[in-house]
């Protein structure tokens, strides 16, 4: 169980620290663009909700050893580009006018239950790459790093973006 309790663990860790700086500021800087960016802190955070959703797909589809039923992302699907802009695009259209409070509630949920669900299953078929066909070849647990490694990307451009953090 050591893999696993690892990466529950850095998943765990990463939601403190998005916490903690979440309510360290205050509504208007969470709904204000950033400089260098179109997007606001509440606009990252609808981001990271709608890719936390193809994350919870795949563990779902473990759970109950099922294909994943992935979300409907408008026409778009994301594994037929070559880079997510026009996905990314049409996740931002369709959430920008969500408050931040919705926003917030969804993506806190949305994190806890890829905590939970990722508990729920066994270290083995977490990081068997054969165990799930539909993941050709790749194990469970390289879409739970990659949703920290997505959540740690933002963090890290927003930490360097804010003052005083």
């Known amino acids: 169980m050591y893999m696993k309790n690892h990466i529950l663990a850095a998943l765990q860790e990463e939601f403190d620290h998005w916490q903690r700086l979440l309510a360290s500021l205050s509504e ?5 663009p950033q400089p260098s960016s179109s997007w606001s802190i509440k ?23 099922q ?6 992302w408008s026409t778009l699907d994301p594994e037929e580009y070559d ?6 695009n049409w996740i931002y259209q369709t959430s920008r ?4 409070t919705v926003v917030h509630q969804r993506w806190q949920a949305g ?8 508990a729920a299953i066994s270290e083995k078929e977490l990081l068997d790459a ?3 066909p539909w993941l050709e070849g ?28």
């Open 97 to 100: 006018e969500q408050t931040w």
């Open 111 to 118: 994190y806890r239950q890829i905590l939970e669900k990722a």
């Open 67 to 72: 294909e994943p039923q992935f979300p409907q």
């Open 28 to 32: 208007t800087e969470l709904t204000t």
């Open 130 to 132: 054969s165990k799930y």
């Open 43 to 65: 606009d990252e955070i609808a981001h990271l909700w709608a890719w936390q959703q193809r994350t919870l797909a795949h563990l779902d589809a473990a759970l109950l050893n």
């Open 138 to 165: 790749h194990p469970l647990s390289t879409y739970l790093v990659a949703s920290y490694d997505h959540h740690q990307e933002h963090l890290e451009i927003l930490l360097a973006q804010l003052p005083n953090q």
């Open 83 to 88: 880079n997510t802009d026009p996905v990314n």
